[in-house]
Antibody, heavy 119, light 107 residues
Framework: EVQLVESGGGLVKPGGSLRLSCTGS????????MNWVRQAPGKGLEWVSS????????YDADSVKGRFTISRDNAKNSLYLQMNSLRAEDTAVYYCATLHYGDYYFDYWGQGSLVTVSS | EIVMTQSPATLSVSPGERATLSCRAS??????LAWYQQKPGQAPRLLIFGASTRATGIPARFSGSGSGTEFTLTISSLQSEDFAGYYCQQYNNWPLTFGGGTKVEIK
């Protein structure tokens, strides 16, 4: 069974930093392109960042470019999101998700980790 | 960026009735369109990809159609577990973009 488990969310002040982690199991993590997708309270889904299986390409949404950094460690089956210069509008549940092998829709999702940016 | 627009924002349907949800793209996305279901407090779940192919384990009452800029998700006979939020997503171009969602509620 595929499992994605996020951790690292919490309350942070504006301008602060936070690092999210996602650990995958039940599939060959190193062969999948991985992603972060977020959802602000009561709002829709927003793609945040993607990283290829071997980290040779990275795409970021304009809303987080220059502030967030996606990375992965295939030896640890882990995905990360380093979030710097956080703003109130970054408040959201952050989901880790796989891109279907060879395509660009999301087939497996974690349960999400809540990040709250507030003073 | 391709903008995805879903309508209606809220759809009130009685159990057993048919629900029809729409998704429009600001430019052609060919057949590169997925649908997701999300229940309160849960992660999204993939329903449909390639505009019309059901994901593994998705009941046959869910069907997708369309191509280019106009897409439809149809739930043929709503069950209690189908009352949820639904999102479309295009994957023809980067950035990957979602529609604003349609909430299907009990009438």
């Amino acid at each position: 069974e595929v499992q994605l488990v996020e951790s690292g969310g919490g309350l942070v002040k504006p301008g602060g930093s936070l690092r999210l982690s996602c650990t995958g199991s039940g599939f060959t993590f190193s062969t999948y392109n991985m992603n972060w997708v977020r959802q602000a309270p009561g709002k829709g889904l927003e793609w945040v960042s993607s990283i290829s299986s071997n980290s040779d390409y990275i795409y970021d949404a304009d809303s987080v470019k220059g502030r967030f950094t996606i990375s992965r460690d295939n030896a640890k089956n882990s995905l990360y999101l380093q979030m710097n210069s956080l703003r109130a509008e970054d408040t959201a549940v952050y989901y880790c998700a796989t891109l279907h092998y060879g395509d660009y829709y999301f087939d497996y999702w974690g349960q999400g980790s809540l990040v709250t940016v507030s003073s | 960026e391709i903008v995805m627009t879903q309508s209606p924002a809220t759809l009130s349907v009685s159990p057993g009735e048919r629900a029809t949800l729409s998704c429009r793209a600001s430019q052609s996305v060919s057949y590169n369109l997925a649908w997701y279901q999300q229940k309160p407090g849960q992660a999204p779940r993939l329903l449909i990809f390639g505009a019309s192919t059901r994901a593994t384990g998705i009941p046959a009452r869910f069907s997708g159609s369309g191509s280019g800029t106009e897409f439809t998700l149809t739930i043929s006979s709503l069950q209690s577990e189908d009352f949820a939020g639904y999102y479309c997503q295009q994957y023809n171009n980067w950035p990957l973009t979602f529609g604003g969602g349609t909430k299907v509620e009990i009438k």
